[in-house]
């Protein structure tokens, strides 16, 4: 099993292209191809995380997307936000979210608290303002 670093971008496109392969022949894990697609993929995840990171997505878009997918209204959020005019603040980023808000948002929509709490650009200018 001849396997490489993945150093610079045209390691990476070759090690896609293997790695896509081995999957489509869906070898069984204990197989020299199975070991060989789960050293590729830990290779490629590694390269991934560092070269091309994922940012967590904007807390007020999460809970929109959230609400999009599960057809909720601002009627649904008040159990977890307050007051329609509180859940208004919120979604028009003119109030931070509160450490309840999160718990509540996290328990009743499955938001990821670590999404929940991060600070961008919009949300800390309006939370100061």
Do not use: C, W
């Amino acid at each position: 099993m001849e396997i490489t670093p993945i150093r610079i971008d045209k390691d990476y496109r070759a090690a896609l292209r293997v790695v896509s392969t081995l999957v489509d022949q869906d070898p069984p894990p204990d197989s020299p191809e199975g070991e060989r697609l789960d050293v590729l993929s830990t290779l490629i995840e590694a390269y991934e995380r560092k070269h091309h990171p994922i940012d967590l997505p904007d807390p007020v878009e999460a809970i929109k997307f959230r609400m999009d997918q599960a057809g909720l209204s601002i009627k649904d959020l008040e159990p977890m936000i307050g007051q329609p005019n509180r859940v208004y603040e919120v979604l028009s980023r003119k109030r931070p979210l509160t450490l309840r808000m999160i718990r509540n948002l996290n328990k009743g929509l499955g938001i990821s608290a670590q999404v929940l709490i991060t600070e961008n650009a919009n949300t800390s200018r309006s939370a100061s303002a």
